[in-house]
C-alpha cells in the first residue's frame, strides 16, 4: 500500500543541522511532487518546502529559506530535508506529504506519521 | 503571501448537528485551488476536500466544501462523534502554500 515513513529527527542544539528522510512506497515516487509539512507543539500546520517529480523546482518557505534544502533520490524513492542553522522555533514534528495524485494544485493527498525535532 | 484566516476558532456542537466552518483568504485563491484537512490529536493530518468543492478519496458525503475567490466554508451536514478534530484550510494556488490557524471541532 501507499506509505511514506520519516526518519531522522532528534534532539539537537541551536545552529546545528539535522537532515530528515522519508521512504516512500506503493507508488511511482518519481511521478508526483513532495512537500514537507510541519506543525510546532500545540501549533497549527506550516507548510515547509515543495520538490518537484524530477527534482528540478523547489520552493520554501520564508522562514526556512537559506537553511533548509530539500532533496529527493528518485532511484531510492526518498525524500530529503537539509536542516541548517537550527533555531528553536525550528522545534516540531516534520511531516512528508505526497501531492494529490489528482493533480499539482490539489493539495497532499498521502502523509506520513511524522518525525520530531527538538532544537 | 496568502494570509488564510479560519473562523470560529473554536465551535461546539453536538452529534448530530450541523457544522460550518469558514476560511477567508488575503487575496484570490486562483481556480479555487483550495483543501481541507482534518486532524485528530496525534495523527497527521487527512485530505478530506481539494478544487474547494472536490470529497478526497473514502471521505464520507457528509462533508462538503463550498466557495471561490476569498469566501471558502466546509460544512458536516450531520456530525458523528468521530468527525471531532482540528479543521485546517490550505491554498494551493501560489507557493508558499499556506495554512490556516485551524478551527477545532469539539462536542459541546
Known amino acids: 500500500q501507499v506509505q511514506l515513513v520519516e526518519s531522522g529527527g532528534g534532539v539537537v542544539q541551536p545552529g546545528r543541522s539535522l537532515r530528515l528522510s522519508c521512504a516512500a512506497s506503493g507508488f511511482t515516487f518519481s511521478n508526483l511532487a513532495m512537500h514537507w509539512v510541519r506543525q510546532a507543539p500545540g501549533k497549527g500546520l506550516e507548510w515547509v518546502s515543495v520538490i518537484s517529480g524530477d527534482g528540478n523546482n523547489k520552493y520554501y518557505a520564508d522562514s526556512v529559506k537559506g537553511r533548509f534544502t530539500v532533496s529527493r533520490d528518485n532511484s531510492g524513492s526518498t525524500l530529503y530535508l537539509q536542516m541548517n542553522s537550527l533555531r528553536a522555533e525550528d522545534t516540531a514534528v516534520y511531516y512528508c506529504?505526497?501531492?494529490?495524485?489528482?493533480?499539482?494544485?490539489?493539495?497532499?493527498?498521502?502523509w506520513g506519521q511524522g518525525t520530531t525535532v527538538t532544537v | 503571501e496568502i494570509v488564510l484566516t479560519q473562523s470560529p476558532g473554536t465551535l461546539s456542537l453536538s452529534p448530530g448537528e450541523r457544522a460550518t466552518l469558514s476560511c477567508r483568504a488575503s487575496?484570490?485563491?486562483?481556480?479555487?485551488?483550495l483543501a481541507w484537512y482534518q486532524q485528530k490529536p496525534g495523527q497527521a493530518p487527512r485530505l478530506l476536500i481539494y478544487?474547494?468543492?472536490t470529497r478526497a478519496t473514502d471521505i464520507p458525503d457528509r462533508f462538503s466544501g463550498s466557495g471561490s475567490g476569498t469566501d471558502f466554508t466546509l460544512t458536516i451536514s450531520r456530525l458523528e462523534p468521530e468527525d471531532f478534530a482540528v479543521y485546517y484550510c490550505?491554498?494551493?494556488?501560489?507557493?508558499?502554500?499556506?495554512f490556516g490557524q485551524g478551527t477545532k471541532l469539539e462536542i459541546k
Open positions: 487575496q484570490s485563491v486562483s481556480n479555487s485551488y
Open positions: 478544487g474547494a468543492s
Open positions: 506529504a505526497r501531492r494529490n495524485v489528482a493533480g499539482y494544485f490539489y493539495g497532499m493527498d498521502v
Open positions: 490550505q491554498q494551493c494556488s501560489n507557493s508558499p502554500f499556506t
